[in-house]
């Protein structure tokens, strides 16, 4: 079993930053990607922003240019950077650790409200 612990979330004006981090411990396999999605009310979950053990990243085109995710594999955590806020990025955050197969985790959630 892997867990998934995030933080950093929060409240925000509209133009500002806020930078999220999630921990993985447990049965962690490579190569793997690590990253977040978003869910905001009455919407579908959706991708924001993945990178594999390899460095290999990826970005929905809504956060291109202002987000930026990172991570440490010797520490098994994941961070995304996010500027340039906006209203549009209100959404419960979630974690994520994917693998071959049904190799597949998700954290809680941690919600980002930015306001106008």
């Known amino acids: 079993q892997v867990q998934l612990v995030e933080s950093g979330g929060g409240l925000v004006q509209a133009g500002g930053s806020l930078r999220l981090s999630c921990a993985a411990s447990?049965?962690?396999?490579?190569?793997?990607?690590m990253g977040w999605y978003r869910q905001a009310p009455g919407k579908q979950r959706e991708l924001v922003a993945t990178?594999?053990?390899?460095?290999?990243?990826n970005y929905a085109d809504s956060v291109k240019g202002r987000f930026a995710i990172s991570r440490d594999n010797a520490k098994n955590t994941v961070n995304l950077q996010m500027n340039s806020l906006k209203p549009e990025d209100t959404a419960v955050y979630y974690c994520?650790?994917?693998?071959?197969?049904?190799?597949?985790?998700w954290g809680q959630g941690t919600q980002v409200t930015v306001s106008s």
């Open positions: 990178i594999t053990t390899g460095g290999i990243t």
């Open positions: 447990g049965m962690i396999f490579s190569p793997n990607a």
């Open positions: 994520n650790l994917r693998g071959y197969g049904p190799y597949d985790y």
